[in-house]
């Protein structure tokens, strides 16, 4: 397989950017690296006509002593049993505004790549060469991408120990049961006499309550029930007050009728 591509970009630049791995992965088209893998492998979608592969490897590159460089890999697919094996050669050359990369070697595969037009397969691949070829123009263009350091004197303490709850000024105000947010977020109805105190404390008193609580708790102030009036009976000693005094009154006429008759 021979393939070139030509990019608006100095050797030079191209050169530091393939010796820089994390910088390739960058110019991989489509791949998605695996968290604390190398830099270049991963998983990578290709899409060959009216279907798709998505195999999961790596890719390692490295510089021969003659300039170019050697690009080796293998990948397996994701679903299925398939795999590809790939052994290339990269040559950077001179050119007029800019630098051509030259693609050489041979890749061997099996599995559902196997079972598609070749024609359609060497497409594929021509048109991912040219995207990697254009994306590492790019990030040769960029430059090193370094770290932004972490300021340190911008945050501070809000806890004098591990222990210390006491909010901050500039710490948001806790929240509000939800029993009790529920009724003081409804505004109070609009009226010039307003409610009379009674009503206002009941309603207060029953906020937080349970449902069953307030369903049978009796109401307050002006809305509480008239009391039926009881009749009092009246008591024991007042009942034999008169019998006795009426029984006194006939003994002093007796006895004063006995003194007379004497004298």
């Known amino acids: 397989m021979e ?42 979608k290709l899409r060959v006509g009216s279907h798709s592969v998505t195999y999961r490897g790596s890719v390692r590159i490295t510089r021969l002593d003659d300039g170019s460089y050697a690009a080796e890999g293998d990948a397996v697919e994701a679903r299925g049993t398939g795999s590809v094996k790939l052994a290339l050669t990269l040559r950077i050359e001179e050119a007029e505004d800019g630098s051509r990369l030259a693609f050489g070697g041979t890749a061997s595969a099996d599995g559902r790549l196997t079972e598609l037009p070749a024609d359609a397969v060497t497409s594929a691949v021509h048109r991912l060469l040219n995207r990697f070829a254009e994306q590492l123009a790019a990030v040769a263009e960029e430059g090193p991408q370094e770290p932004e350091p972490l300021v340190t004197q911008d945050f501070e303490a809000k806890a004098t120990s591990d222990f210390d709850t006491t909010p901050d000024a500039d710490d948001a105000a806790a929240p509000m049961p939800a029993a009790a947010r529920g009724r003081e977020d409804v505004p109070e109805p609009a009226d010039a006499a307003g409610p009379p105190a009674e009503a206002a404390h009941a309603r207060r008193t029953m906020i937080g309550r349970s449902a069953e609580e307030v369903d049978h708790a009796p109401p307050r102030g002006r809305y509480a029930p008239v009391p039926v009036p009881q009749t009092v009976a009246a008591g024991s000693p007042l009942r034999w007050a008169a019998p006795a005094a009426a029984l006194a009154l006939a003994s002093a006429i007796v006895v004063g009728r006995a003194l007379r008759k004497r004298h």
């Open 3 to 44: 393939h070139e591509v030509f990019v608006p970009v100095a050797v030079q630049r191209l050169e530091e950017t393939l010796a820089d791995p994390a910088r390739v992965a960058r110019a991989v088209p489509g791949l998605q690296q695996d968290a604390g893998a190398e830099p270049v492998s991963g998983r990578l």
